[in-house]
């Protein structure tokens, strides 16, 4: 087995990259495997006497390859991330601004036509909802860059049936998030549904909308909007 013939000599305890010295003090060949894995998975390794053998080095070229595309993606996905997000506008106060909501943090009331003369963020969410909370948690952090305007109200909408006010107040304390969060009616989540898109009603998609200071609705794509690009983009509502 590769542990009885290999002695692995630490290179640098602040990484995972170690030396392999081969018994018969052969070449020494760096891995970047961390050392648990290979552990693990030593019975998978077979070292023929050479050990700079074909099939070693396929393995590191295909793990080299691999960590470079991974980070190439990671900066592909924050530049995307950090530029404006653009906005499909729809014309015109809509109905459901007028039915009351419930804020679970206060207990107060208030309807989306309060904030007339505002710009309000709003973000359909569910508590199960993984990307909700890693999208809310960008809210916060725009928040932090935007400073806490009076101009610009956040909103968090629960669609989902099954969640009452009580279990989404202990889903916000347990975040400590500090805007409106209220349980979206039924009536709310039809038109939310049935106005702009049924995705709405689909949290994991990370659906969010912008009203203007004039009551005009503006969609944004779905999917993660980091704190950066929310900021660019609602700093065209602020002016």
Not at 142 to 148: A, D, F, H, P, Y
Not at 174 to 184: I, M, Q, T
Not at 208 to 226: A, E, H, Q
Request: glycine letters at 4%; aromatic letters at 12%; one cysteine or more.
């Amino acid at each position: 087995m590769l542990r009885d013939q290999l002695q692995q000599q630490p290179f640098d305890a602040a990484s995972d990259w170690f030396f392999v010295r081969a018994v018969d003090e052969g070449p020494l060949l760096l891995y970047n495997f961390h050392s648990t894995r290979l552990q693990q998975n030593c019975s998978e390794f077979s070292l023929s006497r050479n050990p700079m053998s074909a099939k070693v080095f396929f393995r590191a070229a295909v793990f080299t390859a691999a960590v470079f595309t991974l980070a190439l993606i990671g900066f592909l996905l924050s530049a995307r991330t950090t530029a404006p997000v653009p906005a499909t506008p729809t014309l015109g106060k809509p109905d459901w601004f007028s039915i009351p909501l419930t804020d679970v943090r206060t207990g107060e009331t208030f309807t989306i036509n309060d904030f007339a003369g505002k710009a309000v963020l709003i973000q359909t969410i569910n508590e199960w909802c993984s990307n909700c909370a890693y999208q809310q948690h960008e809210v916060s952090m725009m928040n932090t860059l935007l400073g806490q305007r009076d101009d610009l109200i956040s909103i968090s909408l629960d669609v989902d049936m099954k969640e009452d006010a009580a279990s989404l107040k202990k889903y916000v304390d347990h975040f400590g998030f500090d805007w409106y969060f209220a349980v979206a009616p039924l009536e709310v989540a039809r038109a939310l549904g049935n106005l702009y898109s049924p995705e709405y009603l689909n949290p994991p998609l990370e659906p969010m909308l912008i009203i203007d200071r004039n009551g005009d609705v503006y969609g944004l794509p779905y999917g993660f909007k980091s704190a950066n690009a929310l900021s660019n983009t609602l700093a065209s509502f602020l002016k």
